[in-house]
């Protein structure tokens, strides 16, 4: 039987859209659909060959399906924020594995920028946010992540230092990547000399906003020796989802997500891996201290070890957890949803096809968060054939 972990299913196509930052010409149903076609022609399939959908955001998977032509026998629309499609392909996975479909599309586009196409947000009076965060001006996420990461780095006797310092060293990657959106250098000073948004975050320690998307295809890994070129197939050796409390002020602690501790930890109980089995991570960082939160929630340092662990470099090129190599959120882009970035980068690791491309690459984490410390999903993916 295909087991949905250790590399029972694999990733077969993978591609972004064939533009990436301010597409005014192009609709958020239209980036899906470019998103689509390309991961398609990577996998070598026709959309004919797919019976399973999933995406969030602006469109429903019906949507997208219906576009594409497709009549599918699976569907997933789960909506948990940016680490949505982290998620996707764990449930696809699952579904591969039980029966339930043979090939599935993962979708994403967004005209995050533009918005063209887009739906306008409306906030709900009756939910935990519309009731208490909204009416206080905690609508934003910049406003929203403050309060946690004030907590994060005072408990750790951190401060705006260190978030500069995360920005610094992922600039470095975007440098070498022709695609992000921020390529120019920057100091540790003059992020810290930017314009404040909310405090403690100053420009460059928030998220770019874009236009763009991303798609997967996935099929059981025997299924997958039978394509044109099997070499570039990419496994799940493990996974893991979790969540929280849809209000910042009620998570169970604010200087540590418990979501990213249960996702990471189900992961790499699943692809039976240790941490120091990982050649590379790619950890959701629409906001400068995001990374922090991970490296420490998920195991790869102590408590109040992360700030020092970037500094040092050791999520750089010479470094010991090259981290982010796509220049992330911060630099490379953030449509709004970015979970499909960070695996499209792990995925060019894992294949040898990354602009900044990491020697060796073998086995690679994926760390996502939904919403403002809400949820969170993990992915430990390899290319090597279990």
């Known amino acids: 039987m295909t087991s949905m972990h250790r590399g029972g ?3 077969v196509g993978a591609a972004e859209t064939t533009e990436l930052g301010v597409l005014p010409h192009l609709s958020a149903i239209e980036l899906h659909l470019d998103a689509a076609r390309n991961a398609l022609a990577d996998a070598g399939i026709v959309a004919a060959d797919v019976d399973g959908i999933a995406t969030t955001g602006q469109q429903w998977p019906y949507e997208v399906s219906d576009y594409l032509g497709i009549r599918p026998r699976w569907t997933d629309g789960t909506s948990i924020g940016g680490c949505s499609f982290i998620v996707h ?3 696809a996975a699952a579904a591969i ?3 339930a479909a043979d090939v599935v599309l993962i979708t994403h586009g967004q005209s995050g920028k533009s918005r063209i196409g887009t739906r306008p947000y409306v906030t709900d009076p009756a939910s935990l946010e519309g009731q208490f965060e909204h009416p206080y001006g905690a609508m934003a996420p910049y406003s929203t992540f403050t309060l946690p990461a004030l907590a994060f780095l005072g408990a750790r006797g951190m401060g705006e230092r260190d978030l500069a310092e995360v920005v610094a060293a992922q600039r470095t990657w975007a440098g070498r990547n022709p695609r992000a959106l921020r390529r120019n250098q920057v100091s540790v000073d003059e992020v810290l000399a930017a314009p404040t948004i909310a405090y403690p975050f100053t420009r460059d320690m928030c998220c770019v906003v874009t236009d763009g998307g991303g798609a997967l295809v996935m099929m059981s890994s025997e299924r997958a020796r039978d394509l044109p070129d099997p070499s570039r197939a990419v ?3 493990g996974s893991g989802e979790s969540t929280e409390s849809a209000v910042v002020s009620q998570m169970d602690d604010l200087g540590s997500f418990g979501a990213f501790r249960r996702a990471s930890r189900e992961a790499f109980e699943m692809a039976g891996v240790s941490h120091d089995d990982i050649d590379h991570v790619m950890f959701y960082d629409a906001f400068a201290h995001l990374p922090l939160y991970m490296l420490e929630d998920s195991g790869f340092v102590g408590y109040g070890e992360s700030g020092a662990f970037v500094r040092e470099g ?6 010991s957890l090259p981290m ?3 220049g992330g959120g911060l630099s490379y882009t953030h449509t709004g949803l970015y979970g499909m970035f960070a695996i499209q980068e792990s995925i060019r690791q894992l294949r040898g096809e990354a602009p900044a491309q990491v020697p060796g690459v073998e086995i690679s984490f994926v760390q996502g968060v939904g919403m ?3 949820a969170a999903g993990a992915l430990i993916l390899t290319n090597k054939p279990q």
């Open 235 to 237: 496994y799940v050796l």
């Open 89 to 91: 392909v764990r449930h």
């Open 9 to 11: 299913v694999a990733i």
């Open 372 to 374: 403002m410390f809400a």
């Open 324 to 326: 982010n190599t796509n």
């Open 97 to 99: 594995a039980a029966g």
């Open 314 to 319: 050791h999520t750089s090129a010479s470094g």
